[in-house]
């Protein structure tokens, strides 16, 4: 198969990665907080759709809003109960916790929706389009369109509202911030319901390309790889997320199929071993 | 040969230059200060020294031992100890396990005779014990030993830091601001230990301080750094009449 | 004085009981209770120095048992090696894969470090299924019969003499270890990496050190479980046995001495009292995990020292 088709073909799954992975990135500046439990509320939005769209009959937009919506929600109460109350702990408590967190939401989803695989008709055509010598779908595009959709979204909010600006003055140094008015709280709760948003919009869109199970939370591990690899930037981030899934189809067509997945492992090797502080990243000593 | 020396001792941070070419020599029995606006990269020496940080180029040696080929941990095997700017407690220990970490070096016997708690582990705590209680009473703390260490008011805090140094018997000492947050009466009962330490124990002593009056007083020379690099050394009365320090530390926070 | 009479008197009643207890229980079920408690509490200790003690965040544990599992098994079955040399070097093989997986530690901070260990968790129970020439792969191993010497350990009661004096002396080397020099300097670790290091405690030497500490643990433990259950399979070992490895600390109390022990009994009992409880094993413990890590972070233990009711309920009142 032609490099540039895989590179095409990859566009659907470096989107997924982009947003899982941004999602992770916005809570870990904002709070210093690596959700382990990541992968959940991308689960979660998938499952949101298959119930309300798949289940209920509920029309697809409206659907797709409510699991965004359900997925902010649920986001938003993991920070109150795994992120706010450990601030003050040390980094291994608030570690567990979103692990536990994590362990929890995935136990509680086998347990209302079973163990059965579900899976959810394309929303947009997935009929191969070809132009030249390449092929492709629409739902390609419309996966990648959203996703760049979503990301100018994040892009324009932190930029120029306040609630955003307040965000990346957090980030960047918490104390100074929070002597200078900006409600810290409330731009932890932020953090975390943008990125349960992000992770639904994923998830949703994901959902019709990926059998929904529950251990979707898979997804999770490339969110942390190309977080890493982006050094916990915004645009490294997501350029990881594309380089990932380009990278890893091309190793699955050349060199193994089977050991698909160790891409990722070795990325974050990578990345640790050459240029810890990733793509674009910061390295952050402790000052003594 | 030099006691303590410094050669061109350089270091980068991505590309800020946070000290540029350093060149310093402390003689035994010394009690050297260290002086600077903040930012002037005087915690940066000691890190440095204590092999926390790389050079950039430049030589430390110590008793003309290159001290650049040694890793963090050996350098209090080397004989040089330090206190930290921003207190470094052991918080969940007590007292006197602090101190007991400083003995690390000196006490004797194996992991397996720890495992094991054999008698040579036993007899070599015994005796670091007691020598932790000696220091500990020197420092007036010995009322504390059991107590957890978090539990101490600050400034005693900073007098566990430099019981826990001194457990090290180090040649040279680095203290860091350990005057910070004290009281005039405790910058006094300072002052008079850091001189017992030099006079009764021998030991060099490098001051790093914002206290003024206490380096002022009790250094035999002073090395003023501003934006790293060294713009006067001297006396207390040579540095306090150079144009250039009165000029390095008009612009400054203090 | 009195303190230390009281606390060898309570030692020796223990010891007492522990020993006697075998001729009083007449169920072979329990003492497979017992045993069960005796081998999580190996586990949950050599954790704590690693995890508690050093403050490294270790959730490849239920890796390290997996290993010992299977090296005990494999010894014993496809190679005919006697217990008492194929249990010792389960450990032994177990703490060296734990020196090599602490090579992380020494340069990840926190949360890499929860993320590699994780995967050298699945990557472990990857290979003892894909492994298949070697590990039997899905369908496991089976230990039918084992001997101690000449002694057929073939009911749980005998089984009860080999598990328990065997937690009881790991558990006497653990409280060794942190008591001493070795303990302080893990602690030291923990606390200030760059104060150990000024003092001269070398931060490679002690993480490793409480990384093999670990491993060796876990392969003794593992190594007894096979033996106990009869039977060793890639899925005991996995993310869920990890989860019950950290909650097993954080509703005992981690870094603290009795908290492992605490944890360990509270783990193994509690579905055997309240049956509801192990169908949704991994759902209950790591919910109640989570609610210790979050308002009672000094476990059971230290609820039990620092006296119960007010004190959790301002926390859940100023928290939520």
């Not at chain 3, 009643?13 to 020993?19: E, N, T």
Request: proline share 3%; charged share 15%.
């Amino acid at each position: 198969m032609d490099i540039l088709q895989l590179i095409l073909k990859s566009l659907s799954y470096g989107s997924i990665y982009a947003l899982v992975g941004l999602g992770l990135v916005l809570i870990f500046r904002a709070t210093d907080v690596l959700n382990f439990g990541q992968g959940q509320l991308f689960t979660m939005g998938a499952y949101f759709l298959v119930t309300f769209w798949y289940m209920w009959k509920i029309p697809y937009a409206l659907a797709f809003l409510m699991s965004i919506v359900g997925t902010a929600i649920l986001g938003w109460v993991m920070e109150r109960v795994a992120c706010r109350p450990l601030l003050k702990a040390p980094v291994m408590n608030s570690i567990i916790a979103t692990f536990m967190t994590g362990i929890v939401i995935y136990n509680a989803i086998q347990l209302v929706w079973g163990a059965e695989v579900y899976h959810v008709p394309p929303i947009i055509s997935n009929k191969p389009i070809s132009a030249g010598k390449i092929i492709f779908t629409a739902q390609d595009i419309w996966i990648v369109a959203i996703t760049g959709f979503s990301i100018l979204l994040v892009y324009l909010f932190l930029q120029f509202t306040k609630l955003g600006v307040a965000f990346r003055a957090t980030s960047m140094n918490k104390q100074a911030s929070s002597l200078m008015g900006v409600s810290v709280k409330k731009v932890f709760s932020l953090s975390w319901v943008m990125s349960g948003i992000l992770a639904a919009v994923a998830g949703v869109l994901l959902a019709p390309v990926l059998m929904i199970e529950v251990g979707m939370g898979w997804v999770a591990i490339k969110g942390f790889s190309v977080g890493i690899f982006g050094g916990f930037s915004i645009p490294g981030t997501i350029i990881g997320g594309f380089l990932l899934a380009a990278v890893e189809n091309i190793f699955g067509v050349y060199v193994s199929m089977a050991f698909k997945e160790m891409v990722s492992f070795l990325m974050i090797l990578a990345v640790l071993l050459i240029k810890p502080s990733g793509l674009l990243g910061i390295e952050v000593k402790k000052r003594v | 040969m030099d006691f303590f020396s410094t050669e061109n001792l350089s270091i980068s941070f991505g590309g800020v230059k946070a000290l540029q070419s350093l060149g310093m020599n402390i003689e035994k029995g010394e009690i050297r200060g260290l002086i600077g606006p903040n930012g002037a990269g005087k915690t940066t020496v000691i890190n440095l020294i204590t092999r926390v940080y790389n050079p950039t180029g430049g030589a430390i040696s110590l008793e003309g031992i290159n001290l650049l080929k040694s890793k963090p941990h050996q350098i209090s095997q080397a004989g040089i100890c330090r206190t930290f700017q921003n207190l470094e407690i052991f918080k969940s220990m007590s007292v006197l396990d602090n101190v007991m970490v400083g003995r690390h070096i000196h006490l004797g016997g194996s992991m397996v005779d720890s495992i094991l708690n054999l008698g040579r582990a036993k007899r070599e705590e015994k005796k670091g014990i007691e020598k932790a209680h000696e220091i500990l009473s020197s420092l007036n703390l010995n009322d504390y030993a059991d107590s957890p260490a978090s539990s101490l008011p600050f400034g005693k805090m900073r007098l566990l830091e430099l019981g826990r140094a001194l457990a090290s018997e180090p040649k040279l000492l680095l203290l860091d601001e350990p005057g910070a947050g004290m009281n005039a009466e405790e910058i006094k009962a300072l002052d008079t230990f850091i001189r017992k330490m030099r006079d009764q124990f021998g030991i060099t002593i490098m001051l790093v301080e914002h206290v003024l009056s206490l380096v002022m007083e009790i250094s035999d020379r002073i090395t003023v750094l501003d934006y790293g690099v060294k713009i006067a050394e001297g006396s207390a009365k040579e540095i306090q009449s150079n144009p250039k320090v009165v000029e390095a530390y008009l612009g400054s926070e203090e | 004085m009195s303190q230390k009479i009281t606390n060898r008197a309570f030692i020796i009643a223990v010891l007492v009981l522990l020993f006697a207890l075998p001729f009083l229980v007449e169920k072979s079920y329990t003492m497979y209770i017992l045993n069960l408690v005796g081998i999580y509490v190996i586990m949950a200790v050599g954790l704590n120095i690693v995890l508690g003690y050093t403050g490294q965040i270790s959730i490849v544990n239920a890796g390290f048992a997996g290993i010992g599992a299977y090296i005990t098994a494999l010894s014993i079955v496809k190679l005919s090696i006697p217990l008492y040399i194929a249990l010792p070097m389960a450990g032994v093989l177990t703490a060296g894969i734990g020196i090599i997986i602490g090579f992380p530690a020494l340069r990840l901070g926190s949360h890499y470090l929860a993320m590699a260990t994780l995967a050298c968790n699945q990557a472990i129970q990857l290979i003892m299924i894909h492994w298949k020439s070697v590990t039997m792969g899905g369908a496991g191993v089976s230990i039918s019969s084992v001997n101690l010497g000449p002694i057929a350990l073939n009911s749980n009661h005998r089984l009860y003499f080999l598990v328990i004096p065997i937690a009881l002396i790991l558990i006497y080397l653990y409280v060794n270890i942190i008591k001493s020099k070795l303990g302080r300097s893990l602690i030291a670790v923990r606390d200030s990496e760059i104060a150990a290091q000024s003092m001269g405690v070398s931060l490679a030497k002690y993480k490793t050190t409480a990384f093999a500490i670990s491993g060796f643990y876990a392969g003794i433990g593992g190594g007894l479980l096979a033996l106990v259950i009869g039977y060793v399979s890639p899925e005991s070992f996995g993310l869920n046995e990890s989860v019950f490895h950290l909650a097993i600390l954080v509703i005992g109390g981690t870094a603290t001495l009795p908290g492992p022990i605490l944890g360990s009994i509270f783990f193994v009992v509690a579905p055997e009292l309240f049956h509801w409880m192990v169908e949704y094993k991994v759902l209950v413990f790591s919910l109640i995990a989570l609610i210790f890590i979050i308002f009672m972070p000094g476990g059971i233990y230290g609820l039990v020292k620092g006296g119960v009711p007010g004190w959790t309920f301002k926390r859940i009142l100023k928290k939520a």
